[in-house]
């Protein structure tokens, strides 16, 4: 019988790994440093140092790293911040639970990132934030997001599938964002053993304001000055991610090698669209548009090939926003939603795995016809 073809793998470290991770987990649990322990500072450096990045605080989901980034600047119930109209729920539920104004703006049909002139058409005076998403292990050009904002606008960057990502031929764009905010759910590019969130910036004031947010407010214990969350990374995930975090560049090309493969094979099938990708993305996920997608779902998943949406809906179109934002119409992200299918990608899957998966999706068209 063929073996199902899974879509992601939360785990693709090998048993030697694993056993090496659970005897580091071991030694905090006999040390008993659950919260705040030295290892969540150590990672917190190790990936600053991999970001080139001068700050990073961990916390306790890429949701809340985004609430914590936007309580950093204490936003105004009127405040704008704009969010493209394609992306996961957290970037958009981070405005509204922060209690600020949701303002969406359409993606580019290409690539799938926040259009940039239609970021310039939603700016007014109250605009105060922009969160490009750096969806699906792309980068947004924060260089040319910021000639067009000015210099008042803060950026934040939600960076939940973009771990190590870059712009190819691009220098380093890391001092463009107030502070870019990351996943660790475990299906992402480095993912942990349950919730985790982290938070970058370079500047010092809010790396010193974060660390106090996500501790309720406190740096020293029953010391609270600021009104915060309780959103701590936990040690033990922090000993599995700096593990983890010595393989995510070798782990993130094996991505590439996959989505290339992709790319030069499903280019040659006209009814379908590929994502227009800088060769830098982390490649996270990988996402074809096709006007016959919900039939093309439901053929590979006949053929045990497990595929998912990113995203079925556009933020616009989820009912939890529906009193909470303007109506609004966002074309190319509704039509995104409505043809969008992501195929299987991660670092270990198999050449055969992929070539079944083309295979498929070829054999679909053809008979469609
Ligand atoms: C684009 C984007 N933003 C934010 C998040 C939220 O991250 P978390 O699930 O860790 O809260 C995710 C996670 O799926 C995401 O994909």
């Known amino acids: 019988m063929n073996k ?50 001068k700050f990073a605080v961990g916390c306790g989901s890429g949701t809340d790293a985004l609430i914590l980034s936007l309580m950093c600047l204490n936003l105004k119930k009127d405040d704008e911040v704009i969010v493209p109209g394609m992306t996961y729920i957290s970037t958009g539920l981070s405005v509204i639970l922060n209690n600020n104004k949701l303002v969406l703006a359409d993606i580019d049909p290409d690539t799938g ?51 190590f990502a870059f712009r190819k031929g691009k220098k380093n764009q890391t001092n463009i964002a107030l502070s870019s905010c ?7 590019n480095l993912g942990a053993y349950g919730d985790g969130g982290l938070v970058t910036t370079n500047s010092r004031s809010i790396y010193n304001k974060l660390r106090a947010l996500r501790n309720l407010g406190s740096i020293k214990k029953y010391e609270h000055f600021l ?52 060769e830098g993305s982390s490649r996270h996920l990988y996402i074809i548009r096709t006007e016959m997608r919900d039939k093309l779902l439901k053929y590979l998943s006949s053929k045990k090939i497990s595929c998912i949406m990113h995203y079925p809906y ?54 469609s016809k």
């Open 4 to 53: 199902i073809i899974n879509f992601s793998e939360v785990n693709p470290l090998t048993l030697k790994e694993n056993k090496f991770i659970k005897s580091e987990v071991n030694k905090v649990i006999n040390k008993k440093n659950f919260i705040l322990g030295n290892e969540v500072s150590v990672f917190e450096k190790n990936f600053a140092k991999l970001s080139k990045v």
């Open 113 to 163: 990132l926040i259009s940039i002139d239609k970021v310039k058409e939603k700016i007014t005076k109250k605009t105060k934030v922009i969160i490009p998403v750096n969806l699906y292990g792309q980068k947004v050009d924060l260089g040319k997001l910021r000639k067009v904002v000015g210099k008042k606008i803060n950026i934040i960057e939600d960076s939940a599938q973009s771990h």
């Open 182 to 188: 990351y996943s660790f759910y475990p299906a992402k």
């Open 227 to 278: 009104l915060g969350m309780n959103s701590r990374l936990d040690t033990i995930q922090a000993v599995i991610l700096n593990y983890k975090l010595k393989s995510i560049l070798a782990l993130n090309n094996r991505r590439r090698k996959v989505a290339n493969y992709y790319d030069k094979e499903l280019c040659k099938i006209k009814e379908i669209k590929l994502t227009k990708t800088d």
């Open 314 to 367: 556009s933020l616009n179109k989820l009912k939890a926003f529906e009193r909470k934002i303007k109506k609004v119409k966002l074309e190319n992200s509704e039509k995104w939603a409505r043809e969008c299918i992501s195929l299987p990608i991660h670092p270990n899957i198999s050449i055969n795995e992929i070539k079944k998966v083309v295979k498929e999706i070829k054999n679909f068209f053809i008979t």
